[in-house]
């Protein structure tokens, strides 16, 4: 006799070659500032004080004369790398499982590792956003000069974006006598000026559409800045049993809940060495391995398990404050 619903003796595998998983598409914490790779976990930045290098003192010198001397001066900031690390587990019934035909399409040791690397990621990502809000850039208090939600207004005449722009670029180069090349965005501030009339009828004068957007690489040449958007979030909710709570927050906002918009205009060198100024830097520390990064794995008996672990030790520090200019509530008050 033939079965009602021939199905019902199949058994329901996993497929092998898909499975899903949500993490944050970009990172861009190593973009912000320059990298600057050393040895020594207390060192320090040589830094020339401005002021001399700026002075009118050439002066004529008649014959038989000594020539006016000058002096300049220097100062330093302290770089203080910090080792982060996070470990992972591979117990050995995770590796036996994984080899059944059927169970899910597991990678152990990829997996793992893939988990780590997110994890000191993520905390690189709140480590630079920190130093970002939490300096006075330019003379201005920490946190920027407020821009009342005007980058992107619907009402073009009221868009301040580009105004803002050039007070940056303006107040920068009478500080230091450099150019800012570099804008960094926060996603809520990138999506209100991809809206913006103001600037969509400015780069579609003619062929303005209900589906135009402005892009990154038509916004960075009207500005004549490279452009960074940070996008990532972070969940804050505990570990639990079930581990399915999930509460995102904005990394790079002014708090965990800040939707308001932040841009920063500043001055990155396009390599670092002996008498280049710039906003900041990452100072990172080569491992044994001469990495930035190195991961170590040792068995653990005691657990029947396999552990992988990887550190990296950086310092995120701000050094030409003079280089940058905040802005914040960009895109709502």
């Given at each position: 006799m033939a079965l009602t619903d021939p199905n019902s003796v199949l058994v329901r595998d996993y497929l092998q070659n898909v499975s899903m998983l949500y993490r944050n598409a970009e990172y861009v914490a190593d973009q912000i500032f320059p990298i600057v790779d050393g040895l020594n976990p207390t060192?320090?930045?040589g830094k020339y004080l401005k002021g001399p290098w700026f002075r009118d003192e050439a002066e004529p010198r008649a014959p038989g004369t000594p020539a006016r001397v000058g002096e300049f001066k220097i100062t330093s900031s302290n770089l203080d790398p910090v080792n982060y690390a996070f470990a992972s587990t591979v117990p050995d019934e995770?590796?036996?499982?994984?080899?059944?035909?059927?169970?899910?399409?597991?990678?152990?040791?990829?997996?793992?590792?893939?988990?780590?690397?997110?994890?000191?990621?993520?905390?690189?990502?709140?480590?630079?956003?920190?130093?970002?809000?939490?300096?006075?850039?330019?003379?201005?208090?920490?946190?920027?000069?407020?821009?009342?939600?005007?980058?992107?207004?619907?009402?073009?005449?009221?868009?301040?974006?580009?105004?803002?722009?050039?007070?940056?670029?303006?107040?920068?180069?009478?500080?230091?006598?450099?150019?800012?090349?570099?804008?960094?965005?926060?996603?809520?501030?990138?999506?209100?000026?991809?809206?913006?009339?103001?600037?969509?009828?400015?780069?579609?004068?003619?062929?303005?559409?209900?589906?135009?957007?402005?892009?990154?690489?038509?916004?960075?040449?009207?500005?004549?800045?490279?452009?960074?958007?940070?996008?990532?979030?972070?969940?804050?909710?505990?570990?639990?049993?079930?581990?399915?709570?999930?509460?995102?927050?904005?990394?790079?906002?002014?708090?965990g809940a800040e939707t308001k918009g932040v841009g920063f205009i500043y001055y990155k060198p396009a390599s670092v060495g002996l008498r280049i100024p710039s906003a900041g830097y990452q100072y990172r520390i080569a491992q044994i391995n001469g990495q930035g990064r190195m991961s170590t794995t040792w068995r653990d008996d005691a657990r029947h398990a396999d552990m992988y672990d990887t550190q990296e030790d950086t310092d995120f520090s701000a050094v030409g404050l003079d280089l940058r200019y905040m802005f914040k509530d960009t895109c709502t008050t």
């Open positions: 060192a320090k930045v995770e590796r036996r499982n994984a080899n059944i035909p059927s169970s899910f399409p597991l990678q152990p040791d990829i997996d793992a590792l893939q988990y780590i690397a997110e994890k000191l990621d993520i905390k690189k990502e709140v480590r630079a956003s920190a130093v970002l809000h939490a300096t006075a850039w330019g003379g201005q208090a920490a946190g920027g000069v407020d821009a009342e939600g005007h980058w992107g207004d619907a009402t073009a005449g009221n868009d301040t974006f580009l105004a803002d722009i050039r007070t940056a670029r303006d107040s920068i180069r009478s500080n230091t006598g450099i150019l800012p090349n570099t804008l960094f965005l926060t996603w809520e501030a990138w999506s209100a000026l991809q809206v913006a009339p103001a600037l969509l009828a400015l780069m579609n004068p003619q062929a303005l559409s209900a589906n135009s957007l402005v892009q990154v690489n038509t916004l960075s040449a009207l500005i004549g800045m490279t452009i960074i958007i940070g996008s990532a979030v972070k969940n804050t909710d505990e570990e639990t049993v079930a581990d399915s709570s999930f509460t995102p927050v904005n990394i790079w906002g002014t708090s």
